[in-house]
């Protein structure tokens, strides 16, 4: 089963920053988090990955609590083509899997 | 494009029939990866392989599946005696040793 919790769908005006909730309250310490994105009818894209701190790329900026027990994926300026269902995943890095939950289906409005 | 390619994107075949699928990861990449994606639900991991090796098979993957990486490139999934259950996305993955997982566009199958 998935080990994450994110809600089943957010709305997003076009051009504003697009937060992405997730609860991973049983984390265990050599666990990353991953975030995937699916776009309808696509294969799941890779968008990024962090342990503790603070990530960024050129996608995406992901922020883990103190905790670790909770985290948000930041699209900063979100358009219309970040339409999709996006999953956050927590697996030990060199896993042999990744085992996806149902997602968050973000919508991008106009 | 992630440089992973799966060929055919779509088959439509008849209950009964066995369909085979290919997937060529990105060159450098060492694993491999099969999932299934039913609608309206995440994509389930079936198999992977570490160069040529087969090393972990889901309880998904029935006696009527077979996968193969024969020379540790390009890698197939074999469904035999296809049934109307089977219809799904078939995704195949690809990762240099621990790093993330890059995904091709998917096979979408359908069985009447």
């Known amino acids: 089963d998935a080990k994450t919790t994110q809600p089943t769908s957010m709305d997003c005006a076009e051009g504003r920053a697009a937060n992405l909730p997730c609860n991973h309250s049983?984390?265990?310490?050599?666990?990353?988090v991953y975030w995937y994105r699916q776009i309808h009818s696509q294969g799941p894209q890779y968008i990024i990955h962090g342990l503790k701190n603070n990530e960024t790329n050129e996608m995406a900026s992901l922020i883990i609590t103190e905790d670790r027990k909770s985290s948000t994926l930041i699209l900063p300026h979100a358009t219309l083509r970040d339409t999709a269902v996006y999953y956050c995943i927590v697996r030990v890095e060199g896993d042999d899997k990744i085992i996806f939950g149902k997602g968050t289906r973000l919508h991008i409005l106009p | 494009d992630t440089g992973v390619s799966q060929d055919p994107r779509h088959k439509i075949t008849k209950r009964g029939q066995n369909v085979t699928f290919r997937c060529d990861p990105i060159s450098e990449h060492n694993r491999l990866y099969w999932y299934r994606q039913t609608l309206g639900q995440g994509p389930e991991f079936l198999t992977y392989f570490q160069n040529e090796a087969q090393l972990e098979k889901s309880r998904l993957l029935s006696d009527r599946f077979s996968a193969e990486r024969p020379k540790g490139s390009f890698s197939t999934l074999e469904i035999q005696r296809t049934e109307q259950g089977d219809s799904a996305m078939y995704l195949c993955a690809s990762s240099l040793g621990q790093g993330a997982q890059y995904f091709g566009p998917g096979t979408r199958l359908t069985v009447l």
């Open positions: 049983t984390i265990s310490g050599n666990e990353y």
